[in-house]
């Protein structure tokens, strides 16, 4: 297959600035007031408008994954490359399934909700009371999953930084290696 060896700007880009918002999006969902009994207020838009940002990056960067593929190091013994590319596919799918189900939450509950305050958003479904208890836990499971395989990529990241001492991390940084 014809795959590039190296991560070029875009994709750099891409990955940092979603790590960005991320750091910035947990903490919005953390410390919002409960939003269980009423419309959205500012905190709830914020992170409705983070949410939709991410959502259009990540989308974007996919696009940008899938036509511009790049082969594992390959210096990395099989297992490693297999788990690799496999936890990266995984983050792909939690981001898009916690941008989705907070989406779809939202919709049943029946808010109009909009992009910082500007732009209507369309709904994913129309209000439904019995729709928001069967999801009702879905987006923290996806946020959790998510978190989850972010420690284990970031705990790979270090391990090769300080255990192992490779190039893995420079892969991802600024410039070449
Ligand atoms: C990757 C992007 C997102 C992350 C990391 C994220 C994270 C979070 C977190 C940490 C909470 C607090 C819930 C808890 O106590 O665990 C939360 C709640 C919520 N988020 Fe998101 N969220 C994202 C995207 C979105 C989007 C795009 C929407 C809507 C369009 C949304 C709608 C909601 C709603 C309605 C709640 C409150 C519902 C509940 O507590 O079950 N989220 N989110
Ligand atoms: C400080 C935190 C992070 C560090 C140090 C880090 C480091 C890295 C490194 C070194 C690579 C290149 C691996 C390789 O192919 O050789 C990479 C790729 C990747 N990272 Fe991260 N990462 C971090 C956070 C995140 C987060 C929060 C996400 C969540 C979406 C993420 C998603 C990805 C994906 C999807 C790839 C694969 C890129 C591709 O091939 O499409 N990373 N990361």
């Known amino acids: 297959m014809d795959d590039r060896l190296h991560y070029g700007s ?15 999006q947990f903490p919005i969902g953390w410390f919002m007031p409960d939003v269980h009994s009423g419309p959205p207020g500012r905190a709830m838009t914020l992170h ?3 949410g939709l940002i991410i959502l259009a990056l990540i989308l974007l960067r996919l ?3 899938i036509t511009h593929p790049v082969a594992p190091e390959s210096s990395l013994p099989p297992w490693q490359r297999v788990s690799s590319e496999a936890v990266h596919w995984l983050l792909y799918g ?5 941008t989705f189900t907070g989406w779809l939450f939202a919709s049943f509950r029946g808010w ?7 732009v209507p958003l369309p709904m994913l479904a129309t209000k ?5 208890h069967r999801i009702d836990g879905w987006h923290q499971i996806a946020e959790w999953a998510l978190l989850i395989a972010i420690g284990i990529h970031v705990a790979a990241a270090l391990v090769h930084i300080f255990i192992y001492r490779d190039r893995i991390m420079q892969r991802m ?3 070449r290696r």
């Open 10 to 24: 875009p994709a750099k880009v891409f990955h940092w600035l979603v790590v960005a918002l991320l750091a910035i």
């Open 48 to 50: 409705i408008s983070f």
């Open 63 to 65: 696009v940008w994954r």
């Open 94 to 98: 939690l981001v898009l399934a916690t």
């Open 112 to 118: 109009s909700i909009s992009y910082f305050n500007l």
């Open 128 to 132: 439904n009371t019995d729709a928001i």
């Open 173 to 175: 940084l600024p410039g």
